[in-house]
Structures are given as structure tokens and as C-alpha cells.
């Protein structure tokens, strides 16, 4: 079992960076693909980012390419989300996830969720 707790959101201008934090609880977190997804009103929720178990590999939205970028750290057991370059259409709830298998982009493929954080980017 692996509780998630994602923290960092918050409001920003237009141009601005924020960096989202997970931590997870349990002692396998090292043994799961950790992803982003965010979910803005009245859309569905879309994938973000994801990084494997060793952080080895990882892959991203094609929105979101060369202005995020998503790491861990497996002493701390979390996952970081650096955002730069932000534009409104980043405003939504980001969402951390354990997968246990490899890279997967939709949302059923993940295993654990957290409750999500806001970010909201203003114009």
C-alpha cells in the first residue's frame, strides 16, 4: 500500500514556476513509476508526466514538453514536479500516482492516487 501527498500548488502569473511535491508513505515506493496528471474543470483527467522507479527513464505530455520536468528522490521517497514557463491552460488539480508496472500514460493503468493540489495561473 502507498499513501500519496502532493503539495506546491498555489497562484501564479502567467510566465511563473512552481514545483509540486508527492510523498508517499510505505517502504516500496522505490519499486513504482510515479505520474502527474492534472484535471481542470469540466475536463477529464489528462496525463502530465512520468518518471520509473529509478528515474532512469520518463516521459511527458507533448503540452507540457520542454517546460516541465519531473524527478524523484528515493531516500526521501517523493516525486517532484518543476513547472516553468506557466500559461493559464496549466490551471487545474495536479494529481501524483503509483504504477507498479512501466510508463503509462491513462489514468486506470495507476494504482495509488493522492488527493491533488490546485494550481491556478493567472493571466
Known amino acids: 500500500q502507498v499513501q500519496l501527498v502532493e503539495s506546491g500548488g498555489g497562484l501564479v502569473q502567467a510566465g511563473g514556476s512552481l514545483r509540486l511535491s508527492c510523498a508517499a508513505s510505505?517502504?516500496?515506493?522505490?519499486?513504482?513509476?510515479m505520474g502527474w496528471f492534472r484535471q481542470a474543470p469540466g475536463k477529464e483527467r489528462e496525463f502530465v508526466a512520468a518518471?520509473?522507479?529509478?528515474?532512469?527513464?520518463?516521459h511527458y505530455a507533448d503540452s507540457v514538453k520542454g517546460r516541465f520536468t519531473v524527478s524523484r528522490d528515493n531516500a526521501k521517497n517523493t516525486v517532484y514536479l518543476q513547472m516553468t514557463s506557466l500559461k493559464p491552460e496549466d490551471t487545474g488539480v495536479y494529481y501524483c500516482?503509483?504504477?507498479?508496472?512501466?510508463?503509462?500514460?491513462?489514468?486506470?493503468?495507476?494504482?495509488?492516487w493522492g488527493q491533488g493540489t490546485q494550481v491556478t495561473v493567472s493571466t
Open positions: 518518471i520509473i522507479w529509478s528515474g532512469a527513464s520518463y
Open positions: 500516482a503509483a504504477d507498479s508496472g512501466w510508463v503509462h500514460t491513462t489514468p486506470g493503468s495507476y494504482d495509488y
Open positions: 510505505g517502504r516500496t515506493f522505490s519499486r513504482y513509476t
